[in-house]
């Protein structure tokens, strides 16, 4: 939303798909994407050139951004190219994943947009808060967060304070 809410005009539209990774690691299928009227994502398929290089991004833990597909056609991608011109990519990953290692993650937030140079490098910034933010609530939903409590510094107002109870709704 916040590259969506930046580039706001409305005949050109651009495209924000959240892809997931299948729990044996071989697909990734799209399970959100705005807006609603835009060309229909699809997954990507281990065993297709275009799958591998898709679940190769997961293994590189970085970002993957090409200002203009008219000008640059990466050889570790193969999209569809259908309806854009530019797009970047980011794993949804914890972030202490290393680079190179085995596939894992959450899947991958893709933006893309119809003109080439659309998206920039602020927005390739913009999408890896986001990512980390996505990589967060599915660590959370899924019940594998390893995210422990921050001890206050000695010299904080709150060291040695017990930490407030958080309230349930009901």
């Given amino acids: 939303y916040i590259v ?3 580039h706001t005009d409305p005949t050109k539209p651009i495209r924000a798909v959240v892809y997931k990774l299948s729990d044996d690691k071989t697909r990734l299928d ?3 994407h705005l807006p609603k009227g835009a060309n229909t994502p699809q997954p990507f398929e281990a065993g297709t050139t275009r799958g591998q290089k898709a679940l190769a991004v997961l293994q590189r833990r970085q970002p993957l951004f090409v200002p203009d597909l008219d000008k640059e056609t990466p ?8 309806g854009y011109r530019t797009f970047i990519t980011t794993p949804i990953q914890e972030a202490d994943a290393e680079p190179g290692g085995e596939i ?4 991958f937030l893709t933006v893309d947009a119809p003109e080439a140079n659309m ?5 390739k910034g913009e999408l890896k808060v986001m990512a980390g933010l ?7 939903a899924q019940g594998t967060s390893t995210a422990q409590p921050i001890e206050a510094a000695p010299e904080s107002p709150i060291a040695g304070r017990p930490p407030s109870p958080i309230k349930e709704q009901e």
């Fill in 104 to 107: 894992s993650g959450y899947g």
């Fill in 134 to 140: 996505l990589a967060v609530l599915s660590a959370l």
């Fill in 119 to 123: 998206l920039t490098e602020n927005d």
């Fill in 75 to 82: 050889e570790n991608w193969e999209g569809t190219g259908k």
């Fill in 4 to 6: 969506r809410i930046r």
């Fill in 30 to 32: 799209p399970v959100e």
